[in-house]
C-alpha cells in the first residue's frame, strides 16, 4: 500500500473542487452538446471558463438554453484560424485547457472529408502549438478525441490504449491522426521527461458514444427518437444490432476532469492516453437502447428497414477501461438503463427551466461521487 494520495484524502468531489476553483479554463467546443455541460459543470466547481467556438448551430441547442454565454468568456472563433485561436489561447492564460472543438458527425464526415480533417487535424495541432508559447506556470492540455481511434477489426475483444489506430470513415481517421499529432507535441516540444523547463502535460482521453439532454446533432439515435417521439413518428433505425459504448456525457465529462486533477498531481506520470467507456455488461445494441429508451418515454414505435447503399460504419465496437480504473480512480456512475432515463427524463421536463434541469442532473452527479 502506497501513501495515500491527495484525492483519496480529500474525496473526490472536494479534489476536483480543489483542482478547478478559481482556475482558468480554455474549453474549445464550449457551444457543442458535451461543451455546454462541461460548461456548467465547471462553473459548478468555480472554474473560470474561456470558451471558443462556433456559434450554435440551432436555436434550441444546450449552450442556448442555458444562456451559456452568461456563464463564461464566450468567444465565436474558428479553430481552423490559426492566429485567432493563438492569441484568445494566450489571452485567457489557462492552468488547464480542454479542446473538444471538431466536426464531431461520422456521416458528415463522408460529405465533408476535407473540412473534417482541417478541423479535427489542424485545430487540434493549432491548440496544442498555441500552449508552446505559454510559460510561468503549469499548464494541462486534455485532448478529447473518440472510442473511434482504434482500427476496428470487428472483435468481440475490448481495445485498450496502446492497439493501432486507424479510421475507416475521415471523422474517425481524423480523431486517429489527432491522437498522432498530439503525441508528436507531447514527445517533441512537452516531453514528460522534461516538464520542469516547459511546465506543459499534454494527455488525450477516448470516450465512447454519448447519450444526455440537449444532443440535438442529426443522425445521431437519441436525438433522432427524441424527435420521432416529439412529433408523434416512427423512428426509423440505422444498424439496429450494432454494439456501441454508451454512457451518459456526465461520466466523460467527469473523466475528463478528473484526468485534469491527476495530472495537476502527477503532471509527468498522467500525460498520456485514457480510454473511458461504460462497464461491459453495459454494451448495448442500439435496438436495446432504443427500447428502453422508448419504455422510459412512456410511448413510442421503431422500425427497422433494409437501407440500402448506407456509408460504412462499425458495427462491433468495445473499450477497455482498466487503466482509466487502476491509474486514475475513474468509474463510470451510471449503469446503461440509468444513462438512458436520465437522458430520457432531460428531453421529458426540459422546457420549464433548461439551466436548471440541466443543473439538477449535474448537482445529483456530484452527489453520487460523494
Ligand atoms: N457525442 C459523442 O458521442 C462523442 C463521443 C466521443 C467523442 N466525442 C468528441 O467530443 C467532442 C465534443 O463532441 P459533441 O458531441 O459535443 O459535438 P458537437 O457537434 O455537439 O459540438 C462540436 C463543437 O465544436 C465546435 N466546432 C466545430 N467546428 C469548429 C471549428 N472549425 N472551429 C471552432 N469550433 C468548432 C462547435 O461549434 C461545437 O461547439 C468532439 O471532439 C467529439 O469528437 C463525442
Known sequence: MGRPTKMEKLGIVDSLRNAYQGKKVFLTGHTGFKGAWMLLFLRELGAEVTGYSLAPKHGNDLFHLIDGSTYCNHIEGDIR?????????????????????????????????????????????????????????????????????????????????????????????????????????????????????????????????????GDWSANRIIPDLVRALQNGEELVMRNPSAIRPWQHVLDPIYAYLLLGTRMQENPIRFADAFNFGPRPSDELTVQQLVEIAI???????????????????????????EKAKEQLGWEPQFTAAEAIAETIDWYATYKGNPYQTTLNQIQNYLTRLG
Open 295 to 321: 419504455d422510459r418515454w412512456g410511448s413510442g414505435t421503431y422500425n427497422t428497414p433494409e437501407l440500402a447503399n448506407q456509408p460504412h460504419e462499425a458495427k462491433l465496437l468495445k473499450l477497455a477501461i
Open 81 to 213: 484560424n490559426r492566429k485567432r485561436l493563438a492569441d484568445a489561447i494566450e489571452a485567457a492564460d489557462p492552468d488547464f485547457v480542454f479542446h473538444l472543438a471538431a466536426q464531431a458527425l461520422v456521416l458528415d464526415s463522408y460529405d465533408i472529408p476535407v473540412e473534417t480533417y482541417d478541423t479535427n487535424v489542424m485545430g487540434t495541432i493549432h491548440t496544442v502549438d498555441a500552449m508552446r508559447s505559454l510559460n510561468g506556470k503549469p499548464r494541462f492540455g486534455i485532448i478529447i478525441t473518440t472510442d473511434k481511434v482504434y482500427e476496428n477489426q470487428e472483435r468481440i475483444e475490448p481495445y485498450a490504449e496502446n492497439e493501432r489506430l486507424g479510421g475507416f470513415d475521415p471523422y474517425s481517421n481524423s480523431k486517429a491522426c489527432a491522437e498522432l499529432a498530439t503525441q508528436s507535441y507531447r514527445d517533441s516540444f512537452f516531453n514528460p521527461a522534461k516538464f520542469d523547463s516547459h511546465q506543459t502535460s499534454i494527455a488525450t482521453a477516448r470516450s465512447g458514444n454519448v447519450i444526455g439532454g
